[in-house]
């Protein structure tokens, strides 16, 4: 427990590697399908070869509750004990882990012996690693931005590049080799990077990824795929910290006659309310 950006997902994955465990996810965002930069989830490489449940599972525009989760939550840990694995929570969502543990018909305190980790980290070092992490997320279609970050999300020494004609089976191989080395996945595909499609453009399905993360594009393009002006933003996936904040510059954006200055302050407006809004809700 903890924070947004302290670091849980990939404590959870060390301990579940030590302790053969497997890890539930309880980030009220991070459930839903899509926007996997905006919603921070943990790499292909971050988890360490640990299963992961409720991590991108749930349909974007549908409500999933505290409820919901404490429901399916304790029938995965039921099953995670009769395989004699160690059941690891893991989220910033501190309300749905106080409705499992609290609430009494869930019957959590009766019937399992539990630990709890908090992280904390002081407010300024947090606020900090916020505002990087936040540019890293906008940038995140710069390829030199995985590479040399400290974050260390690709090694930072080995960059494989992979070409070849149409239908040679880069996707397949790069895929492989991923899967081999730990690795993550940038699109230099000039069609691909584009939405739909799917057939024409011959993109690799979702099954032939074997769970290694493909990028296509940064926090600002990534939201730029499921916007719709005027759309609410108390539903879903799109009350996530980052969607309803680039309302504006989306909007503006799609303005022909706007001026490329004025597109590019609002766009600094924007990652700064993401900035400030994140901050607020690790004080939270």
């Not at 939550?73 to 309300?95: A, D, H, M, N, R």
């Amino acid at each position: 427990m903890g924070a947004t950006g302290m670091g849980k997902s990939r404590l959870s994955a060390d301990i579940a590697t030590y302790f053969q465990g497997e890890i539930t996810n309880s980030d009220k965002m991070q459930v839903y399908k899509g926007l996997e930069i905006v919603t921070n989830k943990i790499t292909h490489a971050e988890k360490q070869g640990v299963r992961h449940y409720f991590l991108g599972e749930i349909e974007p525009n549908s409500e999933f509750t505290a409820e919901d989760l404490c429901l399916e939550s304790i029938l995965y840990i039921e099953f995670f004990l009769k395989t004699q694995c160690v059941p690891i929570i893991v989220g910033g969502s501190i309300s749905y882990i106080e409705k499992l543990v609290e609430k009494p018909m869930f019957m959590f305190k009766y019937k399992y012996d539990s630990c709890f980790i908090w992280i904390d980290v002081e407010q300024s070092v947090l606020n900090r690693r916020v505002d990087t992490r936040v540019d890293e997320m906008v940038n995140a279609a710069k390829t030199n931005t995985f590479i040399n970050n400290n974050n260390n999300k690709f090694n930072k020494k080995k960059v494989e590049f992979i070409r070849g004609a149409t239908g040679m089976g880069k996707s397949f191989l790069s895929t492989d080799i991923a899967t081999h080395f730990r690795g993550e996945i940038i699109y230099s595909d000039k069609m691909k990077v584009y939405k739909g499609l799917e057939i024409v453009t011959n993109k690799i399905t979702h099954a032939k990824k074997q769970g290694v993360r493909h990028y296509l594009l940064g926090l600002v393009d990534e939201v730029q795929q499921i916007f719709i002006l005027d759309a609410y933003y108390t539903k879903g996936i799109r009350r996530c910290i980052g969607v309803p904040e680039m309302a504006r510059y989306l909007t503006e954006e799609k303005n022909i006659d706007g001026d490329d200055e004025s597109k590019k302050m609002i766009l600094q407006a924007s990652i700064s309310i993401i900035k400030c809004n994140t901050r607020i809700l690790i004080c939270n």
